[in-house]
């Protein structure tokens, strides 16, 4: 096991340096003056007083040698040392840009997978359980419907039901402006996290039913009815446990989809995650930010796949992965 | 899904006169031959969804097509005699938006911005998609790895998010949000490409076109192509559906298609305001209609012609 991790992980690592490539690539085409994004704010406005100054910081930056390798190094060895420029509109520095909104995104998202894995695999076992039943009619058909919704309509209805109608939850926003206990945090928390999941729940449904019902086909599982053994354990413990293999594979799969879900949620609730720092530095342009903010996300997307790979593995013990390829 | 159990390389094996499989899935009715065409057609017009979905989405490009006779109103034109943000009228269908501008006319103009978006990118993706495909599976070895690679790279950052920093680099409009999720948008296509070839690499016919000489383009294009044709119109199918939903979103946001121009998205935006979002429904809920039903639309034909060309996924439903 812990040798398939290690290989699992340096697999990854050409992964990670295409899309440092494609970053430096985003970088490079960007309009503007590479190097108002690449200094210090304090230092810049010292240097363009100078113009003498400016040039030979360009030279010491590198921006007179070629781009390829020669630039792309020299920005892979910054990226390296936690270095990823600076914003140009706000002027701090992307790690401290980022470094302040991962946490409320991570919340969010936490939150929103987890409802919506334990909303959407019991709803899918359910549905294929009692397949072609009205339940199972209108769960599917309500699955289907969601998964077609975007999810910016979702989340205005929802503020339109449940914070303008009935009034019983905030529109948006972290905080209630001057709190900032556990439980208002909680408050705010409800709105956005759950339109997120039931996005994500429907395919997970779709996914579940289908996986499970192939394995309700299966021989082992009439052979299992056939000895006689209660409904519920042939369900739970003969059907479910297969049928949960697949879809480990497709949760890791919903990992990307979930980040755009989050983005657009993060805007529609007013949420100051990196899903609205994302929209922001789009709007103003802001090249580094954005490229720290896909090789953030780049990053956290080939970890989860890894976790569901040994999550894989740990669910399947026919998945025999010591044995060298 | 295997060379065996597909309808459509079953087809094709006749054709080429070596289909002496003992399954024939063609002849589902004792007695008649059905050609296995025929029978995804018949299973297809079974799901009964799938019809309600091209019936949908034929009303939809009808819409976007005939926009300027469903309307007396341009889509960009300032109706100030009427004033902004009235109410439903015999004139104006939808009211009028914050700059007087007809509603009605704007989702008709808006299907249109959809239906271009969910066609184009997705025929340019196909394209791109089926070609890398070919190369990896065709030839394999460095080729292969280097492709396999790149689509990884592609497939590890979230979509939305690459696609809203290509957008916002080379400008938001139609076209750039067509291109870039056409350009971004292959990786996918390549990999159900490169999986089927690889199957189908491995059957006899294609040993036996080898063995009698035919020419690699041959192979590849008679005799491949064909046989995945299936698959490649579901994952087609489900690109609309994709690609109508990035660009709602993209233009929701802002970074897609912006005002004037029409977009389902960019009328939505709207809502953000809480006196739209309260007051005047009729300027944001008939384009969430309009989106979610395209989208459902396509989605019920996709589900239709997956179990029509996959007897298999039938039973799943």
């Known amino acids: 096991m812990g040798a398939y991790i290690i290989r699992r992980i340096l697999i990854s690592i050409p992964v990670l340096i295409g899309i440092t490539i494609i970053g430096f690539v985003a970088l490079k085409l960007a309009p503007g003056d590479p190097l108002l994004s690449s200094v210090n704010p304090e230092t810049l406005a010292n240097l363009l007083s100078h113009p003498a100054l400016l040039e030979a910081e360009r030279h010491r930056l590198g921006f007179d040698q070629p781009i390829f390798p020669n630039q792309y190094l020299n920005w892979l060895a910054g990226v390296l040392q936690g270095d990823f420029g600076y914003s140009v509109t706000s002027h701090r520095s992307i790690a401290e840009e980022i470094g302040t909104r991962v946490p409320q995104t991570l919340l969010l998202m936490v939150t929103a997978l987890t409802m919506a894995i334990c909303i959407g695999i019991p709803i899918g076992v359910i549905t294929a359980v009692r397949q072609y039943s009205k339940l199972d009619y209108v769960l599917n058909s309500s699955a289907i419907f969601l998964a077609s919704t975007p999810v910016f309509v979702l989340g205005l209805v929802a503020i339109y039901v449940f914070a303008v109608n009935l009034h019983v939850l905030p529109t948006g926003q972290l905080h209630t402006v001057g709190k900032s206990d556990p439980f208002d945090a909680l408050y705010h928390l409800i709105l956005p996290a759950t339109v997120l999941a039931i996005v994500n729940a429907a395919p997970l449904v779709r996914y579940t039913r289908a996986s499970m019902l192939d394995v309700l086909d299966s021989e082992y599982v009439t052979t299992a009815r056939s000895k006689g053994l209660s409904q519920r354990l042939v369900i739970m413990r003969h059907a479910f446990r297969n049928a949960l293999i697949p879809v480990i594979t497709i949760v890791a799969l919903l990992i990307p989809e979930a980040v755009a879900g989050a983005v657009i949620t993060e805007q529609v609730f007013a949420w100051n995650g990196m899903g609205q720092l994302a929209v922001k530095a789009a709007n103003a342009r802001d090249p580094s930010l954005m490229m720290g903010i896909i090789l953030i996300t780049g990053i956290a997307v080939l970890v989860a796949n890894i976790v569901a790979d040994i999550g894989y593995a740990l669910a399947d013990p026919r998945v025999a992965y010591d044995r060298a390829k | ?317």
């Open chain 2, 1 to 317: 899904m295997t060379a065996r159990n597909d309808p459509d390389a079953l087809h094709s094996m006749a054709e080429a006169e070596l289909a002496q499989l003992p399954v024939a899935l063609g002849t589902q009715v004792l007695g008649e031959h059905v050609s296995p065409r025929r029978a995804a057609a018949r299973r297809f017009l079974r799901y009964r969804l799938a019809i309600v979905g091209v019936i949908m989405l034929t009303i939809i490009i009808l819409m976007a097509i005939f926009a300027p006779l469903l309307t007396p109103w341009p889509p960009n034109w300032l109706d100030l005699a009427a004033g902004a943000r009235q109410p439903p009228s015999p004139e104006h269908l939808l009211g009028t938006d914050v700059s007087a501008r007809d509603i009605w006319s704007r989702v008709l103009y808006g299907a249109r911005t959809s239906m271009l978006v969910g066609f184009g990118a997705v025929t340019l993706y196909l394209v791109i998609g089926t070609l890398m495909g070919l190369a990896a599976g065709f030839y394999g070895r460095f080729i292969d790895q280097g492709i396999m690679r790149f689509t990884d790279t592609i497939m590890a950052i979230p979509p939305l998010l690459l696609i809203i920093v290509f957008v916002s680099l080379v400008g938001p409009s139609i076209v750039s949000v067509i291109v870039v999720i056409g350009l971004l948008g292959w990786p996918l296509t390549a990999r159900l490409v490169r999986g089927q070839l690889l199957v189908l690499r491995e059957s006899e016919f294609i040993t036996a076109s080898r063995v009698v000489g035919v020419p690699d383009r041959t192979i590849l294009f008679r005799h491949m192509l064909p046989n995945i044709l299936g698959p490649l119109t579901v994952v087609a199918t489900f690109g609309v559906a994709t690609a109508v939903l990035l660009e709602a979103s993209l233009s929701f946001l802002g970074l897609g298609v912006r005002p004037p121009e029409a977009s389902w998205g960019n009328l939505i935006t709207e809502a953000t305001s809480p006196v739209v979002l309260t007051q005047l429904p009729w300027q944001w809920v008939p384009a969430a209609i309009m989106i979610t039903s395209t989208v459902l639309a396509v989605n019920f034909i996709g589900d239709g012609l997956r179990d029509a060309i996959d007897p298999r996924a039938a039973k799943d439903r």
